[in-house]
């Protein structure tokens, strides 16, 4: 069970709860949601499974992994990209971690409660992420947060935190969730949600979605390939595969039963973007009894989520510099976590003082979010299927799956083996390709 916790830990975070309903409301709902799970089944799966048999076949870091299994080679590429991704995702998760951390602090002491009109909230999100030193003080301590964990290492507290947390966060989304339901005019979020319309579906969607899968199962730059070398042989890799996609599956699909239900009960627009769970919940907690302590637990728990998912991130780009600069831990932490903080800055910025500084029409925070997300995590999770399937060979991941007596027999293997031969590989190339020309 550690493990599966420790894995789940990386995977529900951010992506889940603030990421997924924002662009679920961006991109038209249903027919977005229904690509984001072809997605995550077909492609993601398959490539976790394969992240995790590296990882333990080699107990390495990224670079480190494939540097074992085809020494010298550009293969050793899809590490260094692993690493840049890393550090590229935790720059502007840890500005979105940092937002989770004020709201944990506002809604103790009540302030995002306290609002009679459903417009409020939104309008009181927006002048906090415009407020410069607040949004940099919770980066700096989201960060330090992180920091202060990988320097001791990623073993031992986080699985047993884990234990609690992810149980506490389905429960309190189920309450939520009949909450938003009971909502008058919640049916229209219903329908918003869950009936595809395919006309709002272009290339570049396609991609959103498939960038979101590997985003939310934590897929693209090794950070399961990480996760997967603290592993003991005796432990199922194709079950804990299936437990780690079903429960981060089953989280952001609630998480969006909670948050469409009540946009459309509340009158409020789907495609705000960034700022839409924090504009959507308080008014649902403020609806319910005892929303004031319900609200406190549901940030707390968001929280640690966020920061859980902020050490794997973090535990990648210091576990290179270990293995393979042979730096002491604390040096690595502390160079990578500040660095990263600095990076950031800008991020933190960009729904403020730079909010109109814009490159490609984006913001530096959402350049960074697309360089990372649409284009480092889908060709990071390409490579490795076709380095899995077609250079190591599937019949090595075998080998290394059914140590200690576990089965990956018929049909499980040969599905494993065509999907992610020809079709991760087959179907990443052509969103990226679809992006260019729709
Ligand atoms: N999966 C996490 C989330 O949903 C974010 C995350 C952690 C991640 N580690 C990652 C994303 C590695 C991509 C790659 O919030």
């Known amino acids: 069970m550690g493990f599966i916790l420790a894995a789940s830990g990386s995977a529900v975070g951010l992506g889940n709860v603030w990421k997924f309903p924002y662009i679920v409301g961006e991109n038209g ?15 993601g799966t398959p490539v976790m499974l394969a992240e995790f048999t590296l990882g333990r076949k080699t107990n390495r870091n990224p670079v480190g992994a494939f540097e074992q299994l085809r020494p010298k080679s550009p ?4 590490g260094y990209m692993g690493v840049l991704g890393g550090f590229l995702i935790l720059s502007f998760y840890g500005v979105v971690g ?25 309008e009181f999100f927006a002048s906090f992420i415009g407020n410069s030193w607040e949004v940099l003080f919770y980066h700096a301590l989201f960060m330090g947060t992180c920091i202060a964990i990988v320097l001791r290492g990623v073993h031992g507290g986080i699985e047993k935190a884990c234990n609690i947390l992810m149980p506490t966060l389905v429960i309190i989304l189920v309450l939520l969730m009949i909450r938003s339901l009971t909502l008058d005019g919640a049916m229209e979020g219903v329908a918003f949600y869950l009936t595809p319309d395919f006309s709002k579906i272009t ?23 990480t996760y ?77 989520a966020a920061v859980t998912s902020g050490i794997s991130l973090l535990e990648v780009v210091v576990a290179y510099f270990i293995d393979q600069r042979g730096w002491q831990r604390k040096r690595a932490v502390l160079i990578a976590g500040l660095t990263t903080f600095a990076f950031g ?13 814009k490159f490609l029409g984006m913001t530096f925070f959402d350049n960074i979010d697309s360089i990372a997300s649409h ?51 087959v179907a990443v190339g052509i969103v990226f390709i679809a992006t260019v020309f729709y």
């Not at 249903?30 to 089944?41: P, S």
């Not at 019949?395 to 494993?416: C, L």
Request: net charge negative; hydrophobic share 55%.
């Open 75 to 78: 293969w050793i590429g899809i």
């Open 228 to 304: 997967g070398s603290y592993l003991s042989e005796k432990e199922n890799l194709a079950s804990s595969t299936a437990y780690v996609v079903m429960l981060d599956t089953l989280i952001a699909l609630l998480v969006g039963m909670v948050i469409f239900p009540a946009v459309f009960a509340m009158g409020l627009e789907p495609a705000e973007g960034p700022g839409l769970v924090f504009s959507v919940l308080p008014t649902v907690f403020a609806s319910i009894p005892l929303g004031h302590g319900v609200a406190v637990i549901f940030f707390v728990l968001l929280a640690i």
């Open 375 to 425: 284009y480092l995590l889908p060709l990071g999770g390409m490579l490795t299927a076709i380095f899995v399937g077609w250079v190591w060979g599937t019949k090595n991941v075998h080998i290394e799956i059914e140590k200690h007596n576990n089965k990956f027999g018929f049909p499980w293997a040969q599905s494993w083996d065509f999907l992610i031969r020809y079709i991760t590989p």
């Open 29 to 43: 709902g249903g027919a977005f949601v229904l690509i984001y799970l072809v997605c995550i089944f077909v492609i």
């Open 203 to 225: 290339g570049s969607v396609v991609l959103i979605a498939l960038g979101h899968a590997f985003f939310s199962l934590s897929l693209g730059m090794g950070a399961m390939i």
């Open 345 to 357: 800055i800008p991020s933190g910025l960009s729904f403020g003082v730079m909010a109109d500084v």
């Open 98 to 122: 940092g937002w989770t951390f004020a709201y944990v602090v506002k809604s103790i002491t009540g302030s995002v409660l306290a609002f009679p009109h459903s417009k409020e909230p939104g």
